[in-house]
C-alpha cells in the first residue's frame, strides 16, 4: 500500500513544484524600464555596496489618492541602519502644496524603530529578502506584479496591485529616494 501511495503522490507532488517553480521563474524575469530584473539588480545590488562601503540612505514613499502620505528614511552606515526620520503629510488640492503633520526623528540603537508609524528600519538586503518572499510570491492571476530599479540597478519598486482593485491598492516597497552616503 505504501508503494503504491508513492507510485501516484510523487509524480503529483513534482508536478505542482515543477509549475510553481516554472510561475517563479517568469515572475523573476519581469524588468523595469532601466532593464534589470530581480537577479540581475540584486547582483548589482551586492557589487554596488561594497564599491560605496554599504553606506547609504533611503527614503519609502506611502500617499494615499486622497492627499495623505508619509515619507520614513532610512540611513545605513556600513550595513547597519544608524537614523530613521518619519514625516506625515497632506498635499494641499488647491496649490499641491505638503503640510506637515506629524513628525519623528530615531538617531540612537535605542530608540531604531520605538515608533509604530512609518516605514521599520530595515537595510536594502531586507528589502530584496522581502521583495521576493513576500510580494513576488503571490498569485499571478489574481494580482498584477510589478519590479523596477533605477538606471544602475538598484530595486526601487516591488509590489502588486489586485486586478480589479481601484484605489490605493499598492501593496509592497516603493523608495522614492536613494542615494549613497
Sequence with gaps: MKKLYLIFVLPVAFMFVSCSADAMQSILDIEGEHGYDFRESRAAWKDLKKEHGNSYAYTILEQSFTGAGSETTIEVEEGKVKRRHYIAFI?????????????????????LGSHSLGAPPYTID????TC?????????DAN?????????GVMMLCGFVPIG???????GIRISEFHWM
Excluded: P
Excluded at 494641499?92 to 526623528?105: A, F, H, L, Q
Design 91 to 111: 498635499i494641499s488640492d488647491e496649490d499641491g502644496s505638503k503640510s506637515i503633520t506629524d513628525s519623528y526623528e530615531e538617531d540612537t540603537k535605542k530608540e
Design 126 to 129: 531586507h528589502l530584496y529578502s
Design 132 to 140: 521576493l518572499s513576500k510580494y513576488l510570491t503571490v498569485n499571478t
Design 144 to 152: 498584477e506584479i510589478f519590479f523596477e530599479t533605477n538606471e544602475v
Design 165 to 171: 482593485c481601484q484605489d490605493d491598492c499598492y501593496r
